[in-house]
């Protein structure tokens, strides 16, 4: 078995840390991860910013050089940022442009086209939302029509599966993200929406796991290798996301 984490998260305190909601995560270095995932196979990943680190670049750059080249970035930038200084973050291994619906912290919606646009026309990359499904009606025409996108945490609420199922259809990449965060019948979502498109689901253990209701746990892998053969679960673990990211 092998994995590619397609989210995690590292909290470094030596760069800005914003509360966000009245939350302050913990610290979570790249030690911690690697103690934490020492005894699984993982051969490459996506770090991803949270809300509480703004458009903060420095710990990101840090802890993409501390993981080295199988691992890549997915940040949040505003709208405003240059073309220099996308390059600048993809040429250290940035790869991907989060919205934070959620919980904020990130562009909002409204940039969205734009910017989806401009970045992947720029470096390629594709643009990741944390958002509830539910609310992706509003929003399906625009989403549909962009070049490249993912959604957290298989869309977070049972409502909003069927909405999500619709954008799978329609080439939307799906994170099989933060079971222990999610409202959802995660086995039938998880196989929803590989049925809806094979290439479209997306392991990662979402570390350090933060305001989730419960932890990552070891379980969360051997659910997708229970639900799905050897061949489909290899997709899911590891190379649907790798193609993803390194495409």
């Given at each position: 078995m092998?994995?590619?984490?397609?989210?995690?998260?590292?909290?470094?305190?030596?760069?800005?840390?914003?509360e966000n909601q009245r939350y302050t995560p913990p610290s979570y270095v790249v030690t911690n991860y690697e103690h934490e995932t020492a005894h699984l196979n993982v051969l490459g990943g996506a770090i991803v910013s949270g809300s509480f680190q703004g458009f903060d670049q420095g710990y990101l750059l840090k802890a993409l050089k501390q993981m080295g080249p199988a691992f890549c970035g997915v940040t949040q930038l505003p709208f405003t940022v240059t073309d220099d200084e996308i390059l600048n973050l993809h040429n250290n291994g940035v790869r991907a442009l989060r919205?934070?619906?959620?919980?904020?912290?990130?562009?909002?919606?409204?940039?969205?086209?734009?910017?989806?646009?401009?970045?992947?026309?720029?470096?390629?990359?594709?643009?990741e939302l944390y958002i509830d499904a539910k609310e992706l009606p509003e929003i399906a025409s625009t989403i549909?029509?962009?070049?490249?996108?993912?959604?957290?945490?298989?869309?977070?609420?049972?409502?909003?599966?069927?909405?999500?199922?619709?954008?799978?259809?329609?080439?939307?990449?799906?994170?099989?993200?933060?079971?222990?965060?999610?409202?959802?019948?995660?086995?039938?979502?998880?196989?929803?929406?590989?049925?809806?498109?094979?290439?479209?689901?997306?392991?990662?253990?979402?570390?350090?796991?933060?305001?989730?209701k419960r932890p990552f746990e070891v379980a969360?892998?051997?659910?997708?290798?229970?639900?799905?053969?050897?061949?489909?679960?290899?997709?899911?673990?590891?190379?649907?996301a790798f193609k993803w990211y390194f495409k």
């Open positions: 092998r994995i590619f984490d397609a989210h995690f998260h590292i909290i470094d305190f030596d760069f800005p840390i914003i919205f934070n619906i959620k919980r904020g912290g990130s562009e909002d919606l409204s940039k969205l086209d734009y910017f989806a646009r401009r970045v992947y026309d720029l470096v390629g990359w594709h643009s549909e029509k962009l070049p490249a996108i993912s959604i957290d945490h298989l869309g977070l609420s049972e409502e909003g599966l069927p909405h999500l199922l619709n954008l799978v259809d329609k080439g939307i990449h799906v994170k099989a993200t933060g079971f222990g965060r999610v409202e959802l019948n995660v086995e039938n979502a998880m196989k929803s929406i590989y049925s809806a498109n094979p290439d479209a689901l997306m392991f990662g253990t979402d570390l350090p796991s933060t305001r989730a969360d892998i051997e659910l997708i290798q229970q639900l799905f053969d050897e061949k489909a679960a290899d997709k899911i673990l590891y190379s649907n």
